[in-house]
């Protein structure tokens, strides 16, 4: 139900951005929902990377994406962003969007905190 896209393949220093929308079926909107971004490299566990409140007041990212990534969401488009600059080769992993209804303006930073889950979109960095 949700569509992540925007992966590739980049040089390290450069960027990505990545997209992830609520299929129209689904008949969800983002408006109530607090949104993360994850990433699994090959041989690591998951990883949380970003998330954003239901109101997008509140932001949190790992201290390993500070101030190269950017994490935004528009309600009228139904879509969460990631925009990810100065990409370096750790940064290479399957990136998955997610989503969970939220009663309170919080960002939530687990995994198991999340219903809904992207197909998951492919970033690879090179040196």
């Known amino acids: 139900q949700l569509q992540a896209s925007g992966g590739g393949l980049v040089q390290a220093g450069g960027s990505l951005s990545l997209s992830c929308s609520a299929s129209a079926a689904s008949g969800r909107t983002f408006v109530d929902y607090s949104m993360g971004w994850f990433r699994q490299a090959p041989g690591k566990e998951r990883e949380f990377v970003s998330g954003?409140?239901?109101?997008?007041?509140?932001?949190v990212y790992i201290d390993s994406v500070k101030g190269r990534f950017t994490i935004s969401k528009d309600v009228a488009k139904n879509t969460v962003y990631l925009q990810m600059n100065s990409l370096k080769p750790e940064d290479t992993a399957v990136y998955y969007c997610?989503?969970?209804?939220?009663?309170?303006?919080?960002?939530?930073?687990?995994?198991?905190?999340?219903?809904?889950w992207g197909q998951g979109t492919l970033v690879t960095v090179s040196s």
């Open positions: 997610a989503a969970t209804w939220a009663r309170w303006d919080q960002v939530r930073g687990h995994d198991g905190d999340y219903d809904y």
């Open positions: 954003i409140s239901r109101s997008g007041r509140k932001i």
